[in-house]
């Protein structure tokens, strides 16, 4: 069960990013739809401070902040919550930290489970990870986050059972009844990793999400079937075995694999550049988290990786980080 403990009132949540590598079932009538790969990393951190309060309220002291829309729907979410359990006390929140929004991270997953388990602790109220996921709303499309957010590590999810309805990234697949069906959770190996985020590339919107699945939508079963070979004779084998030359090759293959190099696609040639950048750099393997646009590379060397980047000038925040087995830190005030 969940921590709870009697009156403290104030309590600061630490969470880890995760990078989710590619989802899978994106074809139609299919036995299932989504399902997809990814693991925690240990930087860029976010850091919640949270506190009782008579209402909700939020402060974001990052640069890259939820948006309107983002913050709606969490203060819905949290208040729907406390009037369902009849909590007396409601949380004031600030966000800070390094892990910025919209850049594929699951930033607004860490975030929304953040809020819950403080409603749930600060109102001396037990819970288990299940309950928090439920009432979230979080994980209708990826599994990735709902479940690295507790304990870290790899998480390889195979998705829901098909329906006909169509197919929408996490902002718009909000509350469905069950959330993806998780595998497998597996430690990661102690590999470092690179991060390089983009500067200047224009950041997507919720709507343009929307709009690049309904354009992509579905894929061919034959373009399903790759990936999938690619994820769990590749990845997953590769994680299992701390092969990480497998991994990288089995990591290259799936940017190339209908669904992902879509993804990419929509970035252009500025995205192009920058993994070039890193190849030539000394990249081994180059992949981009979610719908982007952060890249994340595996390299024998990360730090030499990143003074070349430095010195060729591109614009870009680079960050020489490891895979991470562990979940949330909470400290009470």
């Known amino acids: 069960m969940g921590n709870t403990l009697k009156n403290k009132k104030e309590i600061r949540i630490t969470t880890f990013p995760r990078l989710h590598i590619t989802l899978i079932g994106m074809n139609e009538k299919g036995y299932r739809m989504n399902g997809g790969i990814g693991f925690a990393i240990n930087d860029p951190q976010l850091v919640l401070s949270i506190s009782t309060s008579e209402s909700f309220q939020l402060i974001d002291t990052r640069c890259t902040q939820l948006s309107k829309n983002q913050y709606k729907t969490l203060s819905q979410n949290i208040e729907k919550v406390r009037s369902q359990y009849l909590f007396k006390d409601n949380i004031s929140v600030q966000i800070s ?11 607004e997953t860490l975030i929304r489970l953040s809020c819950l388990e403080a409603l749930f602790i600060l109102n001396d109220c037990k819970y288990d990870p299940k309950l928090l996921i439920r009432l979230s709303g979080r994980g209708g499309t990826s599994g990735i986050g709902i479940h690295t957010y507790f304990k870290g ?16 990234p996490s902002n718009y697949a909000e509350g469905r009844n069950k959330v993806p069906l998780l595998l497998k959770r597996t430690p990661m190996p102690k590999w470092n990793i690179g991060l390089c985020i983009p500067s200047e590339i224009s950041l997507k919107s919720d ?22 070979y690619h994820v769990v004779f590749g990845l997953n084998a590769a994680i299992e075995e701390n092969d990480i030359l497998t ?25 192009s550049k920058l993994e070039s950048g890193l190849y030539n750099s000394g990249a081994m393997s180059v992949g981009m988290s979610s719908l982007g646009p952060c890249l994340f590379f595996i390299a024998d060397d990360i730090p030499m990786v990143i003074s070349k980047m430095q010195d060729s000038k591109f614009k870009c925040e680079l960050i020489n980080t490891y895979l991470t087995n562990r979940g949330r830190i909470i400290k009470y005030a």
């Open 97 to 107: 930290g390094e892990t910025k929004s919209h850049y594929g991270f699951g930033s």
């Open 153 to 168: 590590g790899m998480i390889l999810d195979i998705g829901r059972k098909y329906e006909v309805k169509s197919f929408n």
């Open 207 to 228: 709507s343009e999400e929307k709009d690049f699945f309904d354009k992509t939508c579905p894929i061919a079963n034959t373009q399903v079937y790759e990936t999938l």
């Open 247 to 271: 991994f990288c090759s089995a990591l290259k293959n799936v940017q190339n694999c209908a669904w992902k190099y879509a993804e990419r696609k929509q970035y252009g040639a500025e995205l």
